[in-house]
């Protein structure tokens, strides 16, 4: 099974801040990563496709790029309501897997 | 607009099988390949299985054979069988549309239904 690594596990940020997540594959996946936010008692929203293909409909401050194995995700000045939970996943090969979660929360 | 809903138990006794149903809505079931995902108290997401409607099915290998997926498209749902459950079990279960090309991704979710095993 191909592991997904995200870091950090867990986030304080500012309203405003700039802020980055980093999820590492185990082995190579191309672009074939996904990224998805899950507030509280809430399903997954997909974010990005493809490494760095934004959703319709989700906002610009969100952009996301990497491959091969090193995959980030961004968010260019946080909002109140982009505090959450966030999610990697890799497409590339079965079974398909997600990392372990990245918490952002208010500082 | 795609939308998805699933329906299920809440309760399942260990050892037996866990039946869930999600129905779509808002587009054509032979469209889109399908999904479940589960997510157990606290946890990540671990991705259960997908199906499309000319057969094609994959199947987490961790479930270890336990896992059935499967779809009515004359009555737009797909469902999914989990036989001999335990505890690990428990958690909230997710159907999705899976996104292609460019690998699998999913979009969109069901709410979620929260299965807990139990006697």
């Known amino acids: 099974d191909i592991q997904m690594t995200q870091s950090p596990s867990s986030l304080s940020a500012s309203v405003g801040d700039r802020v980055t997540i980093t999820c590492r594959a185990s082995?190579?996946?191309?672009?074939?990563l996904s990224w998805y936010q899950q507030k509280q008692g809430k399903a997954p929203k997909l974010l990005i496709y493809?490494?760095?293909t934004l959703q319709s409909g989700v906002s610009s401050r969100f952009s996301g790029s990497g491959s091969g194995t090193h995959f980030t995700l961004t968010i260019s000045s946080l909002q109140p309501e982009d505090f959450a939970t966030y999610h990697c996943q890799q497409g590339y090969d079965i079974p398909l897997t997600f990392g372990q979660g990245t918490n952002l929360e208010i500082k | 607009q795609l939308q998805l809903q699933e329906s299920g138990p809440g309760l399942v006794k260990p050892s037996e099988t866990l039946s869930l149903t999600c129905t779509v809505s808002?587009?054509?079931?032979?469209?889109?390949?399908w999904t479940w995902i589960r997510q157990p108290p606290g946890k990540g997401l671990e991705w259960i299985a997908f199906i499309h409607t000319s057969g094609n099915t994959k199947y987490n290998p961790s479930l270890r054979g336990r896992v059935t997926i499967s779809v009515d498209t004359s009555n737009s749902h797909f469902s999914l069988k989990l036989s001999s459950v335990t505890a690990a079990d428990t958690g909230i279960y997710y159907c999705a549309a899976v996104g292609l090309p460019q690998g699998y991704w999913f979009d969109p979710w069901g709410q979620g239904t929260l299965i807990t095993v139990s006697s």
């Open positions: 082995q190579s996946i191309a672009t074939f």
């Open positions: 808002g587009a054509s079931i032979n469209s889109f390949y």
């Open positions: 493809s490494a760095s």
